[in-house]
Nanobody, 124 residues
Framework: VQLVESGGGSVQAGGSLRLSCTTS?????????MGWFRQAPGKGREGVAALYTDGSATYYADSVKERFTISQDNAKTTLYLQMNSLKPEDTAVYYCAASIPCLPSWNETRTYNYWGQGTQVTVS
């Protein structure tokens, strides 16, 4: 499975960005777990949002609820993260990740088997 993120950039506080994660090489399964993580300088990688590709569940970190929305396209080949009302503390490298179940927990890095290379988001 290959994951490629895009859509990062620099934006002023209060602005919006939409990140995309294009997937390829997926084995056909009824449902996968897809997530977004971020890592700020000097900090660990934290879970931002995740979903099951069958639409059964979505998850958000408290720090991004009501501001960020995770979604996927109908073909389930592209994962999105719509980020609104951005704050300077959202500045980080954002990573897309994939797994089969969101276990042991959607926001733990050990849950995920596949990772993208990351895309930088800077909010000033």
């Amino acid at each position: 499975v290959q994951l490629v993120e895009s859509g990062g950039g620099s934006v002023q506080a209060g602005g919006s960005l939409r990140l995309s994660c294009t997937t390829s090489g997926n084995r056909r399964r009824s449902s996968n777990c897809m997530g977004w993580f971020r890592q700020a300088p000097g900090k660990g990688r934290e879970g931002v949002a995740a979903l099951y590709t069958d639409g059964s569940a979505t998850y958000y970190a408290d720090s991004v609820k009501e501001r960020f929305t995770i979604s996927q396209d109908n073909a389930k080949t592209t994962l999105y993260l719509q980020m609104n009302s951005l704050k300077p503390e959202d500045t980080a490298v954002y990573y897309c990740a994939a797994s089969i179940p969101c276990l042991p927990s959607w926001n733990e890095t050990r849950t995920y088997n596949y990772w993208g290379q990351g895309t930088q988001v800077t909010v000033s």
